[in-house]
């Protein structure tokens, strides 16, 4: 196919790949491969697109896996009910949520949307909220993956001959084990959550995001130079009413696309207004409380663009981190008309993953695309490494290989899965060499 210019959701990263494929199955990835390496060219895969860094970026082949959206396989009911589904990789998190619903089975956790495909979301380590519960990726079980050597590798924990260590870094890794051509997720029957949304105070709600007597899920919106969050509790199985579709529409749409829309704007004209739509964002926001299939509650539409940076903390140390936080929005007088949003995950053993080995305190801070983010995400970026905070994958963040290593204890095994199947760094990019380290005389052509 011809060339064009690639751009991601955010605007925030651009590029002119040389070539784009669109295969149709995985014989077509295992050739494009091939012939990309014969023709010395790299090779990356694109989701949806929802990095705000240019993870997926490339003046090589850029593979898009749309067509691979498929439900492959569904495995026998476990004891509790849970089932092994392998789909595509390509397929949306939507269109995913909807097959599974179809036969009674559900995500077990997720993110704020569901526009990405799941191969790009377990790759950057996407993950929701949930003192108890882990990231996309730790809900992967098997994979299949077509390495440079245009292999096809189906893998698990417990595969033999080094295919347990080629899954780790497949499941979290950026696209630089290969590319996932299919997915065998762990789903759990379906269920409905009962959403609670309603402002307090953000120290408040600090207060109830480990505790997981609390809700299953809970986060919160934080209001800068404000001391009202909107906090989200979404509790397993209760049994509120459904909300009207029409008072959806007016709250989702209206007030928080909408309404919001303008109030940045207005925030981007003048400045000074913006202290005081903050304040007024945090009383606007009124309690709600619905119950919904799970997979309408974790998400939302995000119509206004935005730029994001989250960073991701040891749960002990959000009190003190947000403290600061705060301290330096109230001090510089930032102009930030976007809430600052702060999640918990279970620490896993996901090689890669911003939650390995540590229960975890998520901090995203975004600004509107109309309005500069350098200052703020770099002091907000300063205070985060002060308490050992490790950037998500797919959100901004300016650190380097030789600086995050230390943050990963599992650095080292990765690393060495990377250049056992990929010496040359076929499925290299200019993103990938700044943080997971350039290959010596690699392939050109990024
Ligand atoms: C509005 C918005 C809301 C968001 N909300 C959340 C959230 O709640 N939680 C969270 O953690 N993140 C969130 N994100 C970040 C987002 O989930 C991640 O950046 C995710 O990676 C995007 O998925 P994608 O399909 O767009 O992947 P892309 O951005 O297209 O690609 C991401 C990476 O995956 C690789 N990749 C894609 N497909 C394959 C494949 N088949 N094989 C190998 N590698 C592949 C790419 O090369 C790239 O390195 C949000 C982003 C946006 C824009």
Known sequence: MTAHTWRNWAGTATARPSHVARPR??????????????????????????????????????????????????????????????????IRLHALCRRLAAHGLALENMGDIDRQSLAGAISTGTHGTGARLGGLATQVHGLRVVTADARIHAVHPGAGDGGASLFELARLGLGTAGILTAITLRCVPAFTLTATEAPRPWREALASLEDPATADHVEFYWFPGTAVALTKTNTRDGA????APARRLLEDELLANGVFEVTNRIATAVPALTPRLNRLAARALGARTYTAPSHEVFVSPRRVRFAEMEYALPVEALPEALGE?????????????????VRVAAADQVWLSTAYGRATGYVAVHQYHRLPYARYFRAIEAIMRRYDGRPHWGKLHRRRADDLAHNYPRWADALAVRERHDPAGVFANAYTDRVLGARVGGIRGR
Not at 240 to 243: R, S, V
């Open 25 to 90: 199955d995985e014989g077509e990835v295992a050739d494009l491969v091939r012939g990309a390496v014969e023709a010395g060219r790299t090779v990356r895969a694109v989701g949806a697109g929802h990095s705000f860094t240019p993870a997926a970026a490339t003046e090589g082949t850029l593979v898009h896996l749309d067509a691979l959206d498929h439900l492959e396989s569904l495995g026998p009911p476990a004891a509790d009910g849970s089932r092994l589904v392998t789909v595509g990789a390509g």
């Open 325 to 341: 936080v705060d301290a330096w929005l109230r001090r510089s007088r930032e102009n930030v008309p976007f809430p600052i949003e």
């Open 240 to 243: 509120a009413p459904p909300l």
